[in-house]
């Protein structure tokens, strides 16, 4: 019998925190794609920075954004934002200059990765 990995206090607490900042942001923000302005996609909550990245960022709504997911052939704004190609999204320079504030360190590295592609 397959056996399911215990999940320590530590992650519930992240998981509930998390759940609650998602439900503030559907609240307060329009359910719409902030990397192509779409209404009619399927949304998810994207992290500017990942969430293996800063562990410390996870539940901080300046590092969360919508951005839609791939649907049929049609690549989503989460897969480019997690691609070499996220200067071609509508949020680009908001989320950049939110990098920048959060972690200089990663804006440095993505700017050198897009100079060098």
Not at 13 to 29: M, S
Not at 43 to 70: A, E, W
Not at 86 to 93: G, H, N, P, R
Not at 98 to 105: H, P, R
């Amino acid at each position: 019998m397959h056996q399911m990995k215990a999940i320590s206090n530590k992650q519930k607490g992240i998981h509930k925190e998390l759940k609650k900042v998602y439900k503030e942001i559907a609240e307060e923000r329009e359910h719409k794609c902030t990397g192509c302005g779409r209404y009619d996609v399927p949304l998810s909550h994207s992290h500017l920075i990942s969430r293996s990245r800063r562990r410390d960022l996870i539940t901080d709504k300046r590092n969360i954004t919508y951005h839609c997911l791939t649907f049929g052939s049609r690549v989503g704004c989460h897969s480019i934002w997690e691609s070499k190609n996220k200067d071609i999204l509508l949020d680009y320079f908001d989320n950049m200059a939110t990098i920048k504030e959060l972690d200089k360190q990663y804006y440095n590295i993505i700017k050198q990765d897009a100079d060098f592609s």
